[in-house]
């Protein structure tokens, strides 16, 4: 009898904030296709999501949160680990951008950004990292960062600095939560297709200059993001503790 993968996850119950669409449908498709039970979470309507999981074969449930509610993180967790049993796999996705010169950015962009992609990052993996301590349980966190925790980018002042606290979070964590069995790492993508970077797609200079950058020769594909979520996420990555991962067809490396 062959021995189960490494990279399967069949039995494990995963939550994915901002599933609706683009990296986080990618992350939830891809775990349900690696036998994952994956609770979409988010403001939006997951229809889409929970179609696509079905049709794969996989099992999906529908949560919907608003992620800049104060104090919502521990419902949120609660409700999860009602609807589909423990959870074994948080992957913290939500997030949004603002763009303005950073001469003009405003108060309220700055504050909504780093609420969502920072301040609740940290207190969901807060409260799902005491569920499973409080359990005798292991868990594993992947945080979406950002190739912008590695660089400054441009009209994206909030963004940058939500993404490069995310990437200091994420070691922090796993420094105090590794030797309690709950492993902490970060992907940072590249440029890749979604709702947050249509506005450059559209403007045929960015998305140009965009593509010549890419050693790949392309924008990358929410799918490229969901196999190095499912990596992080299983039993493969058992001694992954603290890393940033690039997913960014090489633009690091240029």
């Given at each position: 009898m062959a021995a189960a993968s490494p990279f399967g996850l069949t039995g494990r119950t995963a939550l994915v904030t901002g599933a609706n669409t683009g990296i986080g449908q990618g992350i939830a498709l891809a775990l349900a296709e690696a036998g994952a039970t994956v609770i979409a979470a988010g403001r939006s309507d997951m229809g889409e999501t929970q179609a696509l999981i079905t049709e794969a074969g996989g099992a999906g449930h529908a949560l919907k949160v608003d992620l800049q509610q104060q104090g919502i993180a521990p419902r949120v967790i609660d409700q999860a680990n009602d609807l589909a049993g423990p959870l074994d796999i948080l992957i913290n996705n939500a997030g949004i951008i603002r763009r303005a010169d950073a001469l003009d950015f405003s108060e309220s962009d700055w504050d909504e950004v780093m609420n969502v992609n920072l301040k609740a990052t940290f207190f969901l993996a807060q409260a799902f990292a005491k569920s499973a301590v409080d359990a005798g349980r292991t868990g594993r966190i992947v945080n979406i960062a950002s190739l912008l925790a590695f660089q400054g980018g441009i009209r994206v002042a909030?963004?940058?600095?939500?993404?490069?606290?995310?990437?200091?979070?994420?070691?922090?964590?796993?420094?105090?939560?590794?030797?309690?069995?709950?492993?902490?790492?970060?992907?940072?993508?590249?440029?890749?297709?979604?709702?947050?970077?249509?506005?450059?797609?559209?403007?045929?200079?960015?998305?140009?200059?965009?593509?010549?950058?890419?050693?790949a020769g392309r924008w990358g594909r929410p799918s490229d993001i969901g196999g190095a979520a499912v990596f992080l996420a299983s039993d493969a990555?058992?001694?992954?503790?603290?890393?940033?991962?690039?997913?960014?067809?090489?633009?690091?490396?240029?």
């Amino acid at each position: 009898m062959a021995a189960a993968s490494p990279f399967g996850l069949t039995g494990r119950t995963a939550l994915v904030t901002g599933a609706n669409t683009g990296i986080g449908q990618g992350i939830a498709l891809a775990l349900a296709e690696a036998g994952a039970t994956v609770i979409a979470a988010g403001r939006s309507d997951m229809g889409e999501t929970q179609a696509l999981i079905t049709e794969a074969g996989g099992a999906g449930h529908a949560l919907k949160v608003d992620l800049q509610q104060q104090g919502i993180a521990p419902r949120v967790i609660d409700q999860a680990n009602d609807l589909a049993g423990p959870l074994d796999i948080l992957i913290n996705n939500a997030g949004i951008i603002r763009r303005a010169d950073a001469l003009d950015f405003s108060e309220s962009d700055w504050d909504e950004v780093m609420n969502v992609n920072l301040k609740a990052t940290f207190f969901l993996a807060q409260a799902f990292a005491k569920s499973a301590v409080d359990a005798g349980r292991t868990g594993r966190i992947v945080n979406i960062a950002s190739l912008l925790a590695f660089q400054g980018g441009i009209r994206v002042a909030s963004y940058t600095a939500s993404k490069s606290g995310l990437a200091g979070l994420t070691k922090l964590l796993a420094c105090e939560w590794a030797a309690k069995g709950i492993n902490v790492n970060a992907i940072a993508p590249g440029y890749i297709e979604s709702n947050n970077t249509q506005a450059l797609r559209a403007d045929p200079d960015r998305n140009d200059a965009i593509l010549a950058r890419i050693p790949a020769g392309r924008w990358g594909r929410p799918s490229d993001i969901g196999g190095a979520a499912v990596f992080l996420a299983s039993d493969a990555a058992a001694y992954v503790n603290g890393a940033v991962i690039p997913v960014d067809g090489g633009w690091l490396a240029r």
